[in-house]
């Protein structure tokens, strides 16, 4: 019998770490599985999912720009689907497709297990309120911060998803600049300003001692907020480690085993 198949959907896909991500689980676990990557065509994500999964396809991640896509195409998905608002894991169960999203669970436990960050009675600061925050606002509220803010360029956008999330914990939507004028202990860039090659910059002022700030982007794109942040006395990670973390989540929804994450890690920041 063929090994069960699981892919990565995407535009552009080419790029993805997440067959190399899988395979390392799987190898590690014993499994037999193939995970490969499936390019879809901007306006034909539904065609070439359903596709796959007629064709016997088990799960797949789903990436770039078609997130909230996956959500609208699955059957049943689950709660934290539906807070984000998009799915980066769509599984088949029998005649359904299930959808899911790890993306803010793979926040979370990067930032607890891999850099040891306390976020229970952290000041939070997000900045960015598309997709990409969204999805991360209902887990790192579940972890009890004293306060979460969203800060955004377009501060409307801010203050209508904390709205969204204030029944889930301590959450004030502002605009950007408001950064300067509070300290965090965490901040977390959620904007697509790394991946489109114009990094942000952050107050220095914003910084509490001893603060985290972490770019969801990874790899060259984060380079400059990272380096930055650095500079400006900060700890500083890249999203590696939520990518990697992510992906633990969606293994163990798929294969009910729960993977190390560090020795996958390690390698991929040797080839970075
Ligand atoms: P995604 O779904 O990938 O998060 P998005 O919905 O386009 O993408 O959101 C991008 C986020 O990056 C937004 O918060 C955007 O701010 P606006 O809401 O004001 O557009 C933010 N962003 C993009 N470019 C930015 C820049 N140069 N400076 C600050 N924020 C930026």
Redesign the pocket.
Known sequence: MAAPHFVVVGNPVGHSLSPVIHAHFAREAGIALEYTTLLAPLEAFERVTRGFFAAGGRGANIT??F??EALALANLASARARLAG?ANVLTAKGAILEADNTDGAGLVSDLRRNLGIALSGARIAM????????GAIAPLLACNPSVLVVV???PD??RTLANRFASLGNIEGRA?DALAQDRFDVIVN????S??G?P?ELPAECLAPGALAYDMAYGPAARAFVDKAKAQGARASDGLGMLVEQAAEAFWLWHGIRPATQSILALLREGA
């Open positions: 770039l720009p997130k909230v998009a900045i960015g309120a598309g997709g990409a925050a969204r955004n360029r377009t956008r801010a950007l959620a904007t697509s300003t991946t489109k114009t942000l």
